[in-house]
Every structure is written in structure tokens, then in C-alpha cells.
């Protein structure tokens, strides 16, 4: 087990930034991959960005040349810098542990969710 802890989500305008944070306990961080996804009311959970154990990190189209993703393995936490904020970036962010496949892409390939933390975006 990997317990995770997202924070940071809140309310913010379009064209604004927010800054979310997923610590994580037990395990060794440092040879984790590490992921975000996203899941908006009455849609799937899909993927936003990842960052292998090595650093190289994976975007989703969306949210390409806005988001970008970090780690401080000495904190045993993973960074989701969200910059100018579209509303259809609303939802709850999610982070998770890469455990299997070979695909960074699939939802599949990851296990051990936290609660999430709601990101509301305003038009």
C-alpha cells in the first residue's frame, strides 16, 4: 500500500495558475513513476502528465505547454504546476503510482489513488 494525499486544488480564475501536491507515505518514493489524472462530473478519469523515477515526463495534448510536473523525493512528494487554467480544467486531480504496463497513458497501468482535490476553474 501507497497511501497518497493530493492538496492544493481551490477556486481560480481562467488564465490563472494553481499549484497542487501529492505526498506520499510508506514505500520508497524515489523508485516510484508517478502520475496525475482527472476526472470531471459524468466523465472518465483520464490521464493529464507523469514523471518516471528518472524524470521524463509524459503530457497529455490538453494540457501541454500549460502544465507541467515535479518531484522532491527527499519530501516523498510529486508537483502539478497548473498554468493558464481553461474552465474545461475543472475537475478533482488525482494522483497515482505507476505499477505496471508499459504505457504512461493508461489508467490501467496505475494503482493506489488519493481522495483527489477538487479544481474549479471560472470562466
Known amino acids: 500500500q501507497v497511501p497518497l494525499a493530493e492538496s492544493g486544488g481551490g477556486l481560480v480564475q481562467a488564465g490563472g495558475s494553481l499549484r497542487l501536491s501529492c505526498a506520499a507515505s510508506?514505500?520508497?518514493?524515489?523508485?516510484?513513476?508517478m502520475g496525475w489524472f482527472r476526472q470531471a462530473p459524468g466523465k472518465e478519469r483520464e490521464f493529464v502528465i507523469a514523471?518516471?523515477?528518472?524524470?521524463?515526463?509524459f503530457y497529455a495534448n490538453s494540457v501541454k505547454g500549460r502544465f507541467t510536473i515535479s518531484r522532491d523525493n527527499a519530501k516523498n512528494t510529486v508537483y502539478l504546476q497548473m498554468n493558464s487554467l481553461k474552465p474545461e480544467d475543472t475537475a478533482v486531480y488525482y494522483c497515482s503510482v505507476k505499477v505496471s504496463g508499459a504505457s504512461y497513458y493508461s489508467r490501467n497501468n496505475y494503482d493506489y489513488w488519493g481522495q483527489g482535490t477538487q479544481v474549479t476553474v471560472s470562466s
Open positions: 514523471i518516471t523515477r528518472g524524470g521524463i515526463i
Open positions: 510508506g514505500g520508497t518514493f524515489s523508485r516510484y513513476d
